[in-house]
């Protein structure tokens, strides 16, 4: 595998943390929606993100127990920009996509922070490790629609990725930064 393999392989790490680029959820617009991600590698960024996710957001601000989020990924969706790369960070020591085709993310709370702004606390799953996770969210209307935005930082080491010769941290951060942005379809009556 080249540096570049590497550097992009390592991008891709945890930005299916939350939420991903995709096809088809009840809840969101997916053509409007992405996530992005950027890792390290040897100290350069490198940028990438999932093209399909499926999933269920419901968003009640004002009734915060009715709503939820889950998120699944298909981590065979993963682009980064380069086939050769794509194929690698699907294998054994990234993702191990036959074994463990998808990352989920199931909302147990969502809860306010403050004006606009809130917290979906809930477990992650990726290949095959669960682990509790905390993601920060803010809410904004833009025209008609309502859309919910957030970032948070994941350690890929948490999960068994990056493995082999990818495992030392001074070749590949542990740290992978994710931004998310979701267009929510309105809710009816809410």
């Known amino acids: 595998?080249?540096?570049?393999?590497g550097r992009i392989a390592a991008a891709a790490?945890?930005?299916?943390?939350?939420?991903?680029q995709g096809s088809q959820g009840a809840g969101f617009v997916p053509e409007k929606s992405e996530i992005t991600f950027v890792s390290k590698q040897m100290g350069v960024e490198l940028q990438g993100r999932f093209r399909k996710f499926d999933g269920d957001i419901v968003f009640h601000p004002a009734d915060l127990a009715a709503s939820k989020a889950r998120?699944?990924?298909?981590?065979?969706?993963?682009?980064?920009?380069a086939a050769e790369s794509e194929a690698e960070v699907r294998g054994k020591d990234w993702f191990q996509v036959a074994s463990f085709p998808k990352g989920v993310f199931q909302s147990?709370?969502?809860?306010?922070?403050?004006?606009?702004?809130?917290?979906?606390?809930?477990?992650?799953?990726?290949?095959?490790?669960t682990r509790e996770l905390?993601?920060?969210?803010?809410?904004?209307?833009?025209?008609?629609?309502?859309?919910?935005?957030?970032?948070?930082?994941m350690k890929r080491t948490d999960y068994n990725i990056g493995q082999g010769a990818w495992a030392d941290p001074e070749a590949v951060a542990i740290d992978v930064s994710v931004k998310f942005r979701f267009t929510l379809l309105e809710m009816p009556g809410k």
């Open 71 to 81: 998120i699944e990924v298909d981590l065979a969706s993963v682009d980064l920009g």
């Open 13 to 20: 790490l945890f930005s299916l943390g939350l939420l991903a």
């Open 108 to 129: 147990t709370q969502i809860r306010a922070k403050g004006p606009d702004h809130y917290e979906a606390v809930g477990k992650f799953t990726l290949k095959g490790i």
């Open 1 to 5: 595998m080249s540096i570049r393999s």
């Open 134 to 153: 905390t993601v920060p969210i803010s809410v904004r209307r833009i025209g008609n629609q309502s859309v919910a935005e957030g970032g948070f930082v």
